[in-house]
């Protein structure tokens, strides 16, 4: 058994889709990125990578390669989850978002990603918090998303 951890932030910007674990949200603001900017999936693939000591999304998915450019994070977790031989076990995740309130996608977001990654729902817990507030997050200029994993690799 391995534990990963990985972390992802990214700019909210007017005009873009909000996309958490392949799950469109309706919002008037979504990530600013060279993909589609899942900072939940990102940070489940950052969280893969460092259990397996295999770098991370940065150096796998590169923002220099064209084909990556506005690429569902869907897709890189597939590619993440084939090049790895990665058996995910169990993941913990938390996302921090001012707005919209994500309680509603949740189970949604949950099954999404159960079903992509090949384990049950129950295995994979998706929280939503604030920021109270504070920092770019509270005041709703980004969004950041953190995951630990187990895996069995």
């Not at 919002?27 to 893969?48: N, W």
């Not at 259990?51 to 590169?62: E, N, R, V």
């Not at 084909?67 to 990665?86: D, F, G, V, W, Y």
């Not at 159960?114 to 509270?138: D, F, M, N």
């Amino acid at each position: 058994m391995k534990v990963g951890i990985g972390n992802d932030i990214h700019r909210l910007k007017e005009g873009r889709k909000l996309i958490l674990g392949g799950v469109t949200i309706p919002s008037d603001k979504g990530e600013e990125a060279f993909s589609d900017g899942d900072v939940l999936i990102h940070a489940i693939i950052d969280g893969i990578l460092g259990a397996c000591a295999a770098g991370d999304i940065g150096s796998l998915f590169p923002d220099t390669d064209e084909k990556n450019r506005n690429r569902s994070s869907i897709e890189l977790l597939k590619e993440t989850l084939t090049l790895t031989k990665a058996r995910i076990i169990n993941i913990d995740t938390i996302i921090e978002l001012e707005r919209p309130k994500l309680r509603p996608y949740i189970d949604e977001i949950r099954e999404k990603l159960a079903s992509v990654i090949g384990i049950e729902k129950e295995r994979i817990s998706v929280k939503a918090k604030t920021a109270e507030g504070l920092g770019p997050v509270g005041e709703g200029l980004a969004i950041k998303a953190y995951a630990v994993l187990l895996i069995d690799n």
